[in-house]
């Protein structure tokens, strides 16, 4: 199995920037891409972004332009860079491993809040 820990979430102002970090450890063998959704409150989790093995990277659309996927294999972490921060981006971040051979993985979840 894999296992996901999200850090990096915070509360800042409209405007600024975070980024997430998310390990990911276990049978990491097994994973074939990784990437973080958000859930709001009253609302369904959506796609963030996802970044395959190979490092190609799709985006949600509310997210595109502002929001960069990247990873670190030597690492086994992926990031969330996330810029010009607005109110709609206040939620909590899940990371996720899609896994072969087994079920997928997902983190806690890492809390964001965007003060306007």
């Known amino acids: 199995q894999v296992q996901l820990v999200e850090s990096g979430g915070g509360l800042v102002q409209a405007g600024e920037s975070l980024r997430l970090s998310c390990v990911a450890s276990?049978?990491?063998?097994?994973?074939?891409?990784m990437g973080w959704y958000r859930q709001a409150p009253g609302k369904q989790r959506e796609l963030v972004a996802v970044i395959t093995n190979s490092g190609r990277a799709n985006y949600g659309d509310s997210v595109k332009g502002r929001f960069t996927i990247s990873r670190d294999n030597a690492k086994n972490t992926v990031y969330l860079q996330m810029n010009s921060l607005n109110a709609e981006a206040t939620a909590v971040y899940y990371c996720h491993a899609n896994c072969w051979g087994s079920a997928d993985a997902w983190g806690q979840g890492t809390q964001v809040t965007v003060s306007s």
């Open positions: 276990g049978s990491i063998f097994r994973i074939n891409a």
